[in-house]
């Protein structure tokens, strides 16, 4: 069974851009949540999705926003980049929305912001 | 608010020798707890985790960690390290119902030398 899959993988955007990135979470699995990696703030949870609903959010600002589509594949959206948006963004999927569930990580995305 | 202290920052150890790696969490209820391994350039795979029942619970690779109410701690543990255990190590603690996001403590960098 395939893992999970990001896109892309590193990216390059300039402040005030935005950008978007994918999960493709394991197949059968229908929540997928998103994690912020930063040296300076560690892992921080963003934001939970299943069944195309978002159940859990952290506390980022409204800047970043995501989705996910029936095949429950995500995305999540940043605007209006700001340099301390540059981090390493993971994707986890779940079977199911609960913390019994074991959660498995994509490689991540490696956003940087000049 | 749930938390995850991870007291140390880097550690180093040689090749054969034990290890142990410390976690200390906040939370309100019995919490769910988890050990992540992250390697360079990967995401996060999960070593172990606790719910309930023996408070010593095994993992994959040979961890294993055990939960002490008393103290508020889930500690990592390894006999024997090897050098392909060199990586960084991140705790984690869950709620239920509700709050089933994960919260991640700063990480744990481990380097083994031969």
């Known amino acids: 069974k395939a893992g999970v899959t990001q896109t892309p993988r590193y990216l390059i955007k300039t402040r005030g851009q935005q950008v978007t990135l994918s999960c493709s979470p394991i197949s059968g699995h229908r929540s997928v949540s998103w994690y912020q990696q930063t040296p300076g703030q560690g892992l921080q949870f963003l934001f939970e999705?299943?069944?195309?609903?978002?159940?859990n959010k952290g506390n980022f600002p409204g800047r970043f926003s995501g989705r996910q589509f029936s095949n429950s594949r995500s995305e999540m959206n940043v605007s209006t980049l700001e340099l301390g948006d540059s981090a390493l963004y993971l994707c986890a999927s779940s079977s199911l929305p609960r913390i019994s569930e074991t959660q498995y990580f994509g490689p991540g995305t490696r956003l940087l912001v000049l | 608010a749930q938390s995850v202290t991870q007291p140390d920052i880097h550690i180093t150890v040689s090749e054969g020798a034990s290890l142990e790696l410390r976690c200390n969490y906040s939370?309100?209820?019995?919490?769910?707890l988890f050990w992540y391994v992250q390697s360079p350039g990967q995401g996060l795979q999960l070593l172990l985790k606790y719910f309930s029942g023996d408070t010593l619970v095994q993992g994959i690779k040979g961890f294993e960690a055990e939960f002490k109410r008393s103290q508020s701690s889930f500690n990592l543990r390894k006999p024997s390290v090897h050098w392909s255990d060199a990586a960084e190590y991140f705790c984690?603690?869950?709620?239920?119902?509700?709050?089933?996001?994960?919260?991640f403590g700063t990480g744990t960098r481990l380097t083994i030398i031969p």
């Open positions: 984690a603690v869950g709620g239920n119902f509700g709050n089933e996001k994960l919260t």
């Open positions: 939370y309100g209820a019995t919490p769910y």
């Open positions: 999705y299943f069944s195309e609903t978002q159940r």
